[in-house]
């Protein structure tokens, strides 16, 4: 019998950055105050997932996926060219955690969760599960096949979780 989570592609996302893949891959994140939307159509069985740090682009000329009004938009497009019809979307959002030095009258994580709810809301996708907030950074693995999401709670991100080494 064949272990399913490691008999996908592996593919580990990093801040800033969107993927949707062709074929099923459990996709790898790390997250603090940094939130992921994992999407999935459950008709035609693809999902992508993003890594944003900020909520909103200060301007257009700085829209980068860094941005979560930009890459959830961005992703919920993809899916769309791929053929997904909002109907048959489910979302995740994930992260988001109180910075460990939050800034004066801020918390990024919270507006970073906030900004995916609202253009999730807007686009009419229905989200499934949050996990969000609190003091705890994560790990998380998004199986794009079946839609799967494992979260892992951690009380320090170390600068190896940065490095995904998978048994070979």
């Known amino acids: 019998m064949s272990n399913e989570l490691t008999s996908y592609q592996q593919v580990f ?19 603090g105050s940094c939130v992921s939307v994992c999407i999935w159509d459950k008709k035609l069985k693809i999902g992508g997932m993003n890594h944003f740090l900020y909520p909103s682009a200060p301007s257009s000329s700085k829209s980068t996926s860094q941005y979560g009004n930009v890459a959830t938009v961005r992703l919920i497009q993809m899916l769309e060219k791929a053929g997904a019809r909002t109907s048959s979307l489910f979302a995740q959002i994930i992260g988001g955690a109180i910075p460990p030095f939050p800034t004066k009258n801020k918390n990024i ?37 079946t839609g799967h999401l494992m979260v892992l709670k951690v009380y320090q991100i170390r600068k190896d979780d940065w490095i995904l080494e998978l048994p070979e």
Do not use: H, Q
């Not at 996302?13 to 997250?31: C, D, F, K, R, W």
């Not at 809301?121 to 949050?130: F, L, Q």
């Open 13 to 31: 996302i990093e801040p800033g950055y969107i993927y949707l893949p062709t074929e099923p891959t459990n996709l790898y994140a790390v997250l």
């Open 109 to 145: 994580g919270e507006e970073n969760v906030e900004i995916a709810r609202k253009i999730l809301k807007r686009k009419g996708i229905k989200v499934v599960s949050e996990d969000v907030g609190g003091t705890m950074g994560r790990k998380i693995v998004f199986n794009s096949y």
